[in-house]
Structures are given as C-alpha cells and as structure tokens.
C-alpha cells in the first residue's frame, strides 16, 4: 500500500482489478481524471494496472492486495482503507468467479466458493463503507451482476445463483440507502471477452469474438458513475450486438 493520505475526489474503488472488466474500469476513470484504489489478489498485476492509470492521467492511484475470498479479512482491511485514504465516492463490486457443471453433482464446497466471492465478500465490502458514506450522505455502489442473474443456463446454475443473489440484495440495498443520499446501481453485462473463460473450472467454448469487450462495460460504469447525483440508474442489462450465447 503506498504511503500517502486521503485520495482527491473524485476517487473510485474497485475490486478484482487486477485484469478484465476491474482493470479496463481502472484505464477508463484514470482517463477521466478520477483517483482510484484498486483491489485485488495478484499484486504484480494490480501495480501494471496502477502504472498504466497513472500514465493515462489518474490524480492519484493507490494498490492493495487482498483476497476477497478470505471474508473474516475484508472488514478490517477495508477499515484501514478507509481510515488511511477515506471514503470512495464510488464503489465498483467487480470481484467475482465462476464454474461449470450441473446441478445434480453440484458439491457444497464448490457452491460455497462461489458464493463467498460473488455474493458474501461484496456485501462485507459495503458494509465497511456504509458508515462513512452515511456520514457524508452520499455514495455510489456499483454491483457488477451478469445477465446470468436474469437467465438460465444449464451448467450454470451455481453462478447464476450467485448472481441472482447478488442482484437481489443489491435491490434491497438501494431501498435501505436511498434515505441516506446513497445510491445503488446492478449493472448486468453479457458475455464478457475476459479471463473468466480460461479457467479450468469453465468449461465452456464460445466465440469469444462476439463477446462484449471489458472496456465497453467500463465506459458504461463510467457513464453511471458520472451522472448527476439527484439521478440513479436502477438497473442496466448490457448484451453484446450477437445476443445472448
């Protein structure tokens, strides 16, 4: 973590930064001037992230290392975030896995896993920021969902659930915020030409040309992420032009 005290507004924060839709983020609201914190497991990718937000015009920008998958690690961590950089104005919930395979073999662990990244660790998240955009009486919290959250897909399910889980606390949120100042937006891309598709644990063969690319959904963030206060975009479903596959 570098040394150095509160980032200038406007500041970002986003988590599983270090490569895909988190690291195209970073690039995206670096170009528009923003400071950024970025989160995420892999530190030698998240400091060429950092690097490169910096050469592209970043205020400041700021790395932590941490395994959102350790939960009983997020609060405090967060908490010395807080207290060394202050309070985002924007959180972007980007962190996230996935696995294939059906149902009817589904292993507790395996669900489990998933549900601690995609649906546990960015709730624990928000909870360590809420008292300070409380306190202020603003904030924005950006909860990257998947259209996974609204379909099916066989071989899918536990990812879809997670998802839909995600999605549905998100809409709580929004509801127990609102009268704090503090917005909450579910932002559900389509199939995303990342990373995601080469693990192991995703067996999965698509044409990843006609996938969504990471820096479209960071431009849309960005475009969420800048709209005026007194407005809030509920909920958005970005699909690539080929449609769902």
Known sequence: MAGMSFLPSPFVLITGASSGIGAATAHAFAQAGWSLLLLGR?????????????SQGAAAV???SLDLTNLTAIGPAIAQLVEQFGVPDVLINNAGTAQTGPLATLS??????????????PLLVVQALLPGMRQRQ???ILN????????????????????SALAAWSRVLAAEERSH???????????????????????????RQAMLRPETVAQVLLQVAT?????????????PNAGTF
């Open 42 to 54: 892999d530190r030698g990718r998240l400091q060429s992230v950092a690097e490169s937000a910096r």
């Open 62 to 64: 700021a790395t932590y």
């Open 108 to 121: 507790l662990s395996d669900l489990e896993c998933i549900f601690a990244l995609n649906v546990h660790s």
């Open 138 to 140: 603003r904030g924005l």
């Open 144 to 163: 990257v969902a998947s259209i996974a959250a609204q379909q099916a897909f066989p071989d899918w399910g536990a990812y879809c659930a997670s998802k």
């Open 181 to 207: 100042g503090i917005r909450v937006s579910l932002i559900c891309p389509g199939s995303v030409d990342t990373a995601l598709w080469d693990q192991p644990s995703v067996g999965a063969n698509f044409d």
């Open 227 to 239: 709209l005026p206060e007194t407005a809030v975009v509920d909920e958005l479903t970005l699909m």
